[in-house]
Every structure is written in C-alpha cells, then in structure tokens.
C-alpha cells in the first residue's frame, strides 16, 4: 500500500468515527429531549381541531426551545410515518410534570377527560334535555322508548351523534342478553319500558315497584283499567310530569291516549325514562294476587288488595284516620 492509500484509508477511518460519534450523539440528544421531563403551565390541556404539533408544546410547555420543538416535531413525523400516529382534538388530563413521549402517548388517544351524564329513573324529555343542553349545543330530545335511563361517560366537546349511539347501543347490548326471558312470551320489548315508566312514576322503592308490576300484569291478564294516576299527570301537563296540585274526578276523564282511567291496556309509549333495576324487576315476574293499591301518606307507603272490597275498606279506614 503507497503513502497515498493509507493517507486515504486513514481519513476514512476517522470520517466513519467521526460519523459514528456524531450518530450516537444526535440518537443521545434525540432521546434525552423526548424522555425529558418538561414543566406544564396546566395539567389539562385543550388541542384545537387542525392545531399542529409544534403550536402543542409551544403554548402547554413552560420553558422549551425552538430546536427541542424541532426534535420532537421530527419525532412525531416519525411516528406519524411507521406507526400511523395523529393527536387527536379536545381536552386531556396530564401530569404537572412529563416528558414529549407521555404526551404524545396521550394525546395520541382519544381525550381521556371524561364527562358524565346519569339520566334518572322517572325523568321527563324536559328533565334530560336540561341535563344535556349543559354539554351540547346541537342535541335534540330523545324518545323514552329508545334509551335507558343509566349513567354514561362521555369526551368533553364529543359530537352528540356519537354520545347518542353508545345510548343506543347500550339500551340494544342489554336487551339482547334479555331476550330469553319468559316476560317476552307475552310482552314485547316495547310494552316493557311502558310497564317499566308506570313503575318508575308510582314506586317508592324496590319491594313497592314489585307489588305494583304484579298489580299491572293482573289487570292486563283481567282486561281491566289500570287506572294509573301517573298517566292522567302525564296527559295534564303534556308529558313534562310537572304537577303541584291533587287530581281531581274530572282530571280523570280527560280524552287523552294516556288516560289508563279512560282507555283500557298500555298505554301507546312510556311516560318517563326507564333504568335497569325497574326493567329487572319485571322480569323476576314477581306473582301475586293484588289488583287495587293506593298511597298511604301516613306511612309513606301503598297499600294493596286482592279485590274491590278490601281496597274500599282499607281506603275509608285511611281517610278517617286523616
């Protein structure tokens, strides 16, 4: 090998050394900056929709460069490019103190700030509508027959479509692991939630709503008016359930679809929103022989009875007690 040649061979070797060292350093800086644990001005942060990485962490990050920036910019491209990874918008929850890779783990997922809506048992179109008119701007009433009263999570700023199909969805899931259920034999999943918001509007509690779908079924099976009080309120105050006043004998007679005084069997739809305790208290398709009960204020409960007879005299001897 001439002077020339090994002049050349040692440049060589120190260019691959000086290349080599300088590729361990960038991968040394690389990883020092995305494992970096940087300062946030707030634990939750609000990403825009379209906003871009770079805007992220120069308006969340206390203290960071513009070549720190750069870095993790690159990163995410990276990510972006092999892994299919994209920040999602919305608001996220994130330690006081992180590093560029936790936060682009997080933000990489779906918001995980998460609202609740619990929609109880018994309420009114009105009562739900109050609740979500504080989480969206482009909702629209919901039919009692299509949901079940439950609490649901939901992402803060999440389109109303999609909050209203986990509904949906939550309401078809449980009335499918439902459907074996000797109740269907004679009923349908709609006769059900009828059945079910008659329970919700005249139960006081668990054993009172028992007795009361067993007083309802007697009647259907009998062909008899149910007679329900519930439902001459909901034709009253046109479906709102907002009554302050006693029911008098003329409110009973109103020509109304949902007056069970009126018109014998269930009535069209529900008359509130049904959960899943009162739906599974339908199907123990609790027996008994009752067919008339009324509400005892002086005890805070109903009374029942198996025939006219008895419901009239225990009735009277409630009125005179008053």
């Known amino acids: 090998m001439d002077l020339e040649e090994q002049i050349l061979h040692y440049y060589l070797k120190v260019l691959s050394k000086i290349l080599i060292i300088s590729f361990v350093s960038i991968l040394i800086i690389f990883f020092s900056i995305i494992h970096k644990t940087y300062e946030l001005k707030n634990k939750n942060i609000e990403i825009s929709k379209g906003e871009n990485i770079k805007s992220v962490f120069n308006k969340n990050i ?4 513009k070549f720190e920036i750069h870095i993790i910019s690159f990163y995410y491209r990276y990510l972006s490019f092999f892994f299919n990874t994209m920040i999602h918008f919305g608001d996220f929850n994130l330690k006081k103190n992180v590093s560029p890779k936790e936060i682009l783990n997080i ?6 700030i998460l609202n609740k809506i619990t929609i109880v048992e018994g309420w009114s179109k009105k009562d739900l509508d109050q609740e979500l008119s504080k989480y969206f701007d482009d ?18 700023n999440e389109d109303f479509n999609f909050f209203y199909e986990k509904l949906i969805n939550f309401k078809s899931n449980y009335f499918q692991k439902m459907k074996k259920n000797s ?7 709609k006769d059900l939630l009828i059945i079910g918001s008659l329970l919700e509007k005249e139960g006081t509690d668990y054993e009172d709503k028992k007795k009361i779908s067993s007083v309802i079924i007697n009647r259907l099976n009998k062909n008899m008016k149910l007679q329900i009080d519930a439902t001459v309120i909901f034709a009253l105050t046109s479906e709102n359930n907002e009554f ?8 009973l ?7 069970t005084y009126k018109y014998k ?20 398709n ?26 009239k005299t225990k009735l009277n001897e409630y009125r005179n007690k008053k």
Not at 183 to 189: C, I, L, R, S
């Open 62 to 65: 206390v203290e960071i460069s």
């Open 253 to 259: 007679k109103i020509d109304h679809k949902h007056n």
């Open 107 to 112: 933000i990489s997922q779906p918001s995980n």
């Open 286 to 311: 609790y027996k008994t022989e009752n067919l008339f009960y009324f509400y005892d204020k002086s005890i805070k409960k109903h009374i029942f009875s198996k025939n006219y007879e008895d419901h």
């Open 139 to 156: 909702f629209f009433s919901i039919e009692y027959e299509n949901i079940l009263a439950d609490t649901y999570y939901f992402e803060k």
């Open 183 to 189: 109740f269907f034999q004679t009923f349908n999943q």
């Open 265 to 284: 069997g269930l009535p069209p739809t529900p008359i509130s929103y049904v959960g899943t305790k009162t739906i599974e208290i339908l199907l123990e």
């Open 244 to 251: 302050n006043r006693k029911l008098t004998f003329k409110d």
